[in-house]
């Protein structure tokens, strides 16, 4: 005879192991287990049959993989971990005793890890890392704008900080932005790096505290993971750029610039000398030092542009048109020199401004880095979020900083037009949803894809219409009557027409040809039937699924589209009023 199998020895039971077995297996605490787990990137499971897997028992526990485990028991920082609690219990004791050059010589041998391992085994390609920055990149950038409190490290938040100003830099040297989005959250960036969309959010500059229901240690753990892998990412991206990393600026140019300019006082008075450098990269008004190297990929990249254009490449039509529409976006604001005034919010703005060649500056007592002063008379925008503004300066267009943000979704520069100080602006469009087919396109969206084309989109036409239609009210009231008694008549004389028609009315039998001389919409409406009713039951069924979407995807959009002709419609009357009362 065989051995015995029993129950739990076998299958799914001896693939899972619980929390609890696993923090005695590696002999840590849930703490250091969940902090181990998080730089690890291994994560609970959920297992098909939970009641299997627990033996029976149905409490609620949560799983691992045991493979897993034993992994992480190979991991050499479960060593620090002991380390540190044998530091902090032999610091625990001396400071009881009142053994003062004891513990700080404790102090002093306080041990320390790195994660650099970890990242390399976690990201063994480049690419890789780049797919998975957008957690990163948020988590950093929260970091940044945290208030400084006995809950996160003071380091932390100013490594997050210097990061995520190496990381826009980049950006502005690449010019690899794309998309822009202000929200409720925050503002929403969108980047091709590498050929690959990098998505991340940034808080608005307010005031906050810190929130009580949030575990800030373990936001920690996932920020010294994060700054970790976005300090070598930041690294490599400098390096294919041709940038000094760190950042360097060339601070004699920029002292000479100042000099010459009479603006010097700004910087001495702000800051002291060492900090003038680390102040004027985060500012990210001023270009960074590159490598003395020959750009021969850059000019390479700038001929094969040329090419694509005269057509002498054997390329795809559409690829060359493509190509060329990118390197176009990338100068949008070229030749373009903006002010920024003081009630608007200056690092976003200058970010995307420089990101698409544009010029910038503000007020010098604002912050370092003004390159110009508000007196300069080749600015071409300033842009105001007043509503009452003084516009001394006839030289230069007075813009909200929306036009800004959806010049770049656009990708062209809009009319201002419905963006001056004091305008009612129009909807701030997300440049995230993709129009697909049966979806509701509002009419702004259309506008702006009308005006991609190269077409005409109609703007300024409403307000046409409403004066028409204020001019026609008078003359509608006498109107409806002898349309009412038109179509009065036209029914009688309708409904005899369709009588005697039906009178007339004979049945023959078809001929045999009929099914060919039938309109080709019938024809395909009867094949389609025909391949649907030969489907099997299993393709039918997802095929209802899919139609079923469509239905649902077009019932939404006219539930949209009514919503928005009950608003427009309610906007014009009360315009229409405004005017009535205005004459009157």
Not at 119 to 146: G, K, N, S, T
Not at 260 to 269: C, F, L
Request: aromatic share 8%; charged share 35%.
């Amino acid at each position: 005879m065989g051995r015995e199998k029993k129950k739990h020895e076998a299958g799914a039971a001896t693939q899972y192991i619980s929390r609890k077995q696993a923090c005695k297996k590696l002999q840590l605490s849930l703490a250091d287990f969940r902090r181990l787990c998080i730089l690890k990137g291994v994560y609970p499971r959920q297992p098909a049959n939970k009641k299997k897997v627990n033996k029976g028992s149905t409490s609620n526990k949560t799983f691992y993989f045991l493979k897993d485990i034993l992994f992480l028991s190979h991991e050499k920082i479960i060593n620090k971990f002991r380390e540190y609690k044998i530091f902090v219990r032999k610091l625990r004791k001396a400071e009881e005793r009142g053994e003062t050059t004891k513990a700080e010589g404790i102090r002093e041998r306080r041990p320390t890890y790195q994660v650099d391992h970890i990242v390399r085994e976690r990201y063994p390609q480049f690419i890789d890392a780049v797919r998975d920055l957008d957690d990163a990149l948020c988590m950093c950038f929260l970091f940044a704008r945290l208030p400084k409190s006995g809950r996160i490290h003071v380091q932390t938040i100013d490594l997050c900080r210097r990061l995520t100003v190496e990381f826009m830099h980049y950006v502005i040297a690449s010019r690899s932005l794309r998309k822009v989005f202000i929200s409720i959250k925050g503002i929403y960036f969108q980047a091709e790096i590498k050929n690959q969309l990098v998505t991340w959010v940034v808080s608005h500059d307010f005031p906050h505290a810190h929130a009580t229901d949030v575990d800030f240690r373990v936001m920690s753990t996932f920020t010294e993971f994060y700054h970790t892998m976005l300090g070598f990412v930041n690294w490599r991206l400098y390096k294919e750029v041709e940038l000094c990393y760190p950042p360097k600026l060339n601070m004699k140019k920029l002292v000479e610039e100042k000099q010459e300019g009479a603006e010097g006082e700004d910087v001495i008075n702000f800051c002291t000398k060492d900090e003038v450098s680390a102040e004027v990269v985060k500012s990210l008004n001023a270009p960074l030092t590159k490598i003395d190297s020959t750009n021969e990929e850059d000019e390479a990249d700038e001929e094969q542009i040329i090419l694509l254009e005269e057509g002498n490449v054997g390329s795809r039509e559409d690829e060359r048109k493509k190509r060329i529409e990118e390197s176009k976006f990338k100068k949008l604001f070229e030749g373009c020199k903006f002010f920024i005034s003081r009630e608007v919010a200056r690092e976003g703005m200058v970010f995307i401004i420089r990101c698409f060649g544009g010029e910038v500056s503000w007020e010098k007592t604002v912050a370092i880095g003004s390159t110009f002063d508000v007196n300069d008379e080749t600015i071409t925008h300033q842009l105001v979020d007043r509503p009452n503004t003084s516009m001394k300066y006839m030289s230069r267009t007075y813009v909200q900083p929306q036009w800004v943000y959806d010049c770049v979704n656009a990708r062209m520069k809009l009319d201002v037009k419905g963006y001056l100080p004091g305008d009612q602006l129009p909807p701030h469009l997300s440049p995230f949803v993709d129009e697909k087919p049966g979806s509701y396109v509002p009419p702004e969206r259309q506008r702006i894809i009308a005006l991609q084309r190269g077409e005409d989109p109609g703007i300024g036409e409403e307000d046409d219409e409403l004066s028409e239609e204020e001019g026609s009210d008078d003359d509608d009231d006498e109107e409806i009557e002898e349309d009412s008694e038109a179509e009065e008549e036209k029914g009688t004389t309708e409904a005899a027409e369709v009588n005697k028609d039906l009178s007339e009315v004979k049945i023959k039998r078809a001929d045999k040809d009929s099914f060919m001389k039938a309109k080709p919409a019938n024809i395909a409406a009867e094949e389609k039937r025909l391949a649907v009713s030969m489907m099997s039951k299993k393709t039918k069924k997802l095929y209802g699924k899919i139609k079923y979407g469509e239905r649902r995807r077009e019932r939404e959009a006219e539930n949209l589209a009514s919503k928005r002709k009950m608003i427009d419609e309610a906007t014009k009357q009360e315009k229409k009023k405004k005017n009535k009362v205005q004459k009157s």
